[in-house]
């Protein structure tokens, strides 16, 4: 089974878009890793685009503030702004389906998905030593996480934690990493709607655990009409020109 790895979509729909288009007849099951909402212009849109592809999903912080699960009180302004416009944005429907999505991390098909930290849902993994724990007591050898926005991950083996590179050069869709036996594997996709590695493209993973291989794919998709969109809306200047730069 070749698995779509989906996260961090932010509300971005020509994104996402982009990205299964990119991506149509190269997977056959989708899963994200939460945040669908949150930054961008079009939150209804990407939640009835994930349903569309019956996606396995699980929450993300910003899907639980815009439903009111969480207090949006810790995130930072620009984040507590969206959050509050999103929520008068949305559907009822569709809040109601963000307030029902489940927690990470969940195995499915013998690997885990989480959105952030395997053993906290909202901890960022930046890090080897933020990784170190997840990485020992994983019940399967890999497992991906999103919340970052930077693709890559990393590696556990002989007692050592490495960072993985895999982002794919910039004249390239995607680079293929090789899942070795006896080693196991804390995964980031990269975000969909806002990466925030230095590279504007979407990303996510394609996964093919079957044949040991996971792919990195980065796609371009058109930025200033997103860009357009968000400030139509009013969102706030810096999260519409931060999409040009990737950060």
């Known amino acids: 089974m070749r ?10 729909l020509t994104a996402l878009d982009a990205a299964l288009d990119a991506a149509k007849g190269h997977w056959q099951k989708a899963v994200c890793l939460g945040d669908l909402v949150g930054y961008g212009p079009e939150p209804n849109e990407v939640i009835d ?28 302004p620009l984040a507590r702004t969206v959050t509050l416009w999103t929520r008068g944005q949305l559907l009822p429907a569709n809040i109601d389906y963000l307030e029902k999505l489940p927690k990470g991390p969940v195995v499915i098909d013998g690997f885990e998905i989480v959105h952030g930290a395997i053993h906290d849902e909202d ?19 890999v497992a991906f996480f999103g919340h970052t926005h930077m693709q890559g991950g990393f590696q556990f083996h002989d007692d050592q934690v490495a960072m993985l590179n895999v982002k794919p050069a910039g004249g390239s869709y995607f680079s293929a990493l090789a899942i070795e036996p006896r080693t196991n594997y804390l995964l980031n996709p990269g975000s969909i709607g806002q990466p925030r590695d230095g590279d504007s493209r979407c990303s996510f993973a394609i996964a093919d655990l079957d044949n040991r291989s996971v792919e990195f794919w980065r796609v371009p998709y058109d930025i200033e009409a997103v860009q357009n969109r968000m400030t139509q ?10 999409l040009s730069f990737g950060r």
Do not use: C, W
């Not at 349903?51 to 929450?59: E, G, H, P, W």
């Not at 901890?123 to 050898?141: H, R």
């Not at 809306?233 to 931060?242: F, K, T």
């Open 233 to 242: 809306a009013g969102l706030p200047e810096p999260l519409v020109l931060r």
């Open 49 to 76: 685009r994930v349903r569309s592809i019956d996606a396995v999903t699980i929450r993300g912080n910003h899907d639980k503030a815009v439903a009111g699960v969480i207090d949006a009180e810790d995130f930072n």
């Open 3 to 12: 698995y779509l790895i989906l996260s961090d979509i932010h509300a971005n």
């Open 123 to 141: 901890e960022y993994v930046f890090a080897p030593a933020q990784a170190v724990e997840d990485l020992i007591d994983m019940p399967v050898p």
